[in-house]
């Protein structure tokens, strides 16, 4: 198969337009844990064209610029391109960004990366699967896909790492002085587990463990929400979730685990 090139035209984008919402840093808490990435930042960096894909940035750009800032402290050459399904929201390009019209299709790019936030949330459940197929068909051999959502202001946000053997992983991150306990994130589930919050269902069970152990957290409240998760994220990993440890201290609430820890149901039979 022919690789394909930015110069490919494609007929007509894939997918549908969305409301467009965004905000100035709303993606502020994916793009850090996206740096600090082992994963994501070894494929950037051994990529032969670093180039990343902002897939429905919305209304305004803000976030695809702020991407760009962030990653070329990873890759100083890396190549960022906003792609928008609407023709009225693309917009000329600026400092080192550029920006088009496209969808799950990619524009005929070959990104190493792909982060779609927000996106697949305006979506009904049942087209995931393909979503996903088409833009992990679309990406280099060793690419990544970020499909995540987050609230209006950014405190609370949630996505899956993918790549083209499918989801490898589940992140939460949240303010850690907005958010009462773990399972307030659920309603900003990405669009693959959003449904799948219900007894019985892995996710479900993660979130309630979470609330038990941040709890029994509660001696450490006086030392700070960030002591507290700390505390609590331990007492996961005793229980046997496998909570990915961080080494470094964080300034977001963070519960990320392996996709397998949280697959619906109806992947496992």
Not at 83 to 102: C, K, N, S, W, Y
Not at 121 to 133: F, I, K, L, M, N
Not at 144 to 169: F, M, N, Q
Request: one cysteine or more; hydrophobic letters at 40%.
């Amino acid at each position: 198969m022919a690789r394909r090139t930015e110069s490919d035209q494609l007929t007509k984008p894939v997918g549908t337009i969305t409301r467009g919402t965004t905000g100035v840093n709303r993606l502020r808490r994916s793009d850090r844990r996206l740096i600090h990435d082992d994963l994501v930042r070894g494929r950037l960096r051994a990529a032969t064209d670093p180039l990343v894909v902002d897939l429905g940035y919305g209304a305004s750009p803000w976030t695809t610029l702020e991407l760009a800032s962030r990653l070329r402290t990873v890759r100083a050459d890396v190549r960022v391109v906003g792609l928008e399904i609407d023709p009225e929201r693309v917009v000329p390009g600026r400092d080192g960004v550029t920006f088009a019209r496209g969808g799950f299709e990619l524009a005929g790019l070959r990104p190493v990366l792909v982060r779609a936030f927000n996106v697949l949330r305006q979506y009904p459940e049942s087209a995931v699967p393909d979503a996903w197929t088409t833009i992990l068909s679309g990406i280099a051999p060793d690419g990544l896909l970020v499909d995540g959502t987050c609230d209006e202001l950014g405190r609370r946000c949630a996505w899956v790492l993918l790549d083209r053997t499918g989801p490898l992983s589940l992140t939460l991150a949240w303010d850690p002085f907005t958010v009462e306990r773990p399972s307030d994130i659920a309603e900003r589930l990405p669009k693959a587990l959003i449904h799948r919050n219900i007894p019985g269902e892995p996710i479900h069970a993660l979130l309630t463990a979470a609330d038990r152990a941040w709890a029994r957290a509660a001696p450490h409240a006086p030392f700070g929400p960030r002591v507290r998760w700390r505390a609590a994220a331990e007492s996961l990993r005793q229980e046997g979730f496998p909570v990915r440890p961080y080494r470094r201290r964080m300034r977001d609430c963070v519960l990320s685990v392996p996709w397998s820890a949280v697959a619906p149901n109806s992947e496992r039979t």
